[in-house]
């Protein structure tokens, strides 16, 4: 529980700052975002080495199960603690202000040109369409969308992180 209260704090700022750089046209938030990023994916492997390294301390080691199941329940108290960041965020503080800001950089004339110059006018189309379907969306639909893309890539990840916790350590 602690560990995947840690992992979803990260990918919560992760999802924050990337929401407050889209929403405010901040680089900076962008720039937080891109190096929380880089610290919500290592972070389950050094959590995973540091039980693992704990063991050891102990001289017990887990087996391939037992960090296979440390890695799936860490993900999902991830998963929740990002879905309550998520759904606070849509729920309270967005209020339509992240789809307006996408939506109105995605139909800048200079965007929606580069798109019809790399021949992807089809799929600049399609990415609106998407755009205005979840912005009908509620605050709970979002946050379900944005926890089952957690979920998915979590089961993966999961496979590695389970290595990292159960790896055989020398001396």
């Known amino acids: 529980m602690e560990y ?5 704090l990260a ?4 999802f924050l700052s990337y ?10 938030m962008m720039l937080l975002c891109f190096m929380l990023c880089g610290v919500s ?7 995973g080495v540091r039980l693992n390294r704990k063991m050891a301390l102990i001289e017990e080691r887990l087996s391939y199960f037992q960090g296979l199941f440390f890695a799936f329940s860490m993900f999902m108290y991830a998963c929740l603690m990002n879905g309550l ?8 503080l967005d209020d ?3 789809m307006e800001q996408l939506n109105a950089m995605l139909t800048q004339p200079e965007m929606v040109q580069t798109y019809e110059q790399l021949g992807m006018g089809a799929q600049h ?8 379907e979840t912005d009908g969306l509620s605050a709970w639909e979002k946050t379900l969308l944005i926890f089952n893309n957690n979920f998915f890539i979590s089961l993966f990840y999961s496979f590695i992180v389970a290595v990292a ?7």
């Open 125 to 132: 189309a399609q990415m609106m369409d998407i755009l205005r």
């Open 41 to 47: 994916v290592m972070l389950p492997l050094v959590l």
């Open 4 to 8: 995947g209260t840690f992992v979803g």
């Open 96 to 98: 339509g202000l992240l």
């Open 85 to 92: 960041i998520v759904f606070a965020y849509f729920n309270f």
């Open 19 to 28: 929401v407050e750089g889209i929403s405010y046209n901040n680089g900076l």
């Open 165 to 171: 916790a159960t790896w055989r350590r020398n001396g």
């Open 11 to 14: 990918w919560g700022g992760v």
